[in-house]
């Protein structure tokens, strides 16, 4: 699954080829648009940066799937997939941070589901339920499943998944991202011992926000 090429994410490159594209008319006509091509060119670039992650050691470990804030953590019925009680993490990114979402725990992908929606601002109460999302299920080696939701949100037009069902994952593997702030909610069994609280940053593929029993 290869999804980066250098440090940038591979769909980064269209954008980085339209704003390339703008500087050279800018250069062509003489205009102004030379500095706004090259503003948004240095933009991409931030933006789509994909940094390599090592994976912490040890057995059981929860990697974070996205790099943010964390904004919720309680115990909910998840309604995708579970239909049962599940410890929920909440992870806001905002538009400073890296953007490709990883796979917390190794598995199989047992299943997707894509809801259209609005924008609202993604670290609202009600951007679960009305925002466009894609929820997967995911089924690891030993235990029970878990599920991650990668939320658009206020500016994020676009959720761009790397996987289909039946894809073996490995921890911190890239499984996709979301274009220009967002969201994503993770799913544990209520056996998993979490290990980050409300307030606690946390990178992709690199933090560990809990562990499997």
Known sequence: ???????????????LAASLGLTIAGVWLGSFLVWLGLALTGFFAYFFRDPERPVPPGDGVIVSPADGKVILRETVREENFLKQAAQKISIFMNI????????????QVKALAYQAGRYVAANRAEAPQVNEQLAV?????????????QIAGLLARRIISYIREGDRLQTGERVGLICFGSRVDLYLPLEARVEVKVGDRVQAGRSVVGRLP
């Open 1 to 15: 699954m290869k999804t980066r090429t250098g440090i940038i994410a591979r769909p980064g490159y269209r954008f």
């Open 96 to 107: 400073f941070d890296v953007h490709v979402n990883r796979a917390p725990v190794a598995g």
């Open 137 to 149: 299920m995911v089924q690891p080696d030993a235990g029970p499943p878990y599920v991650y939701v």
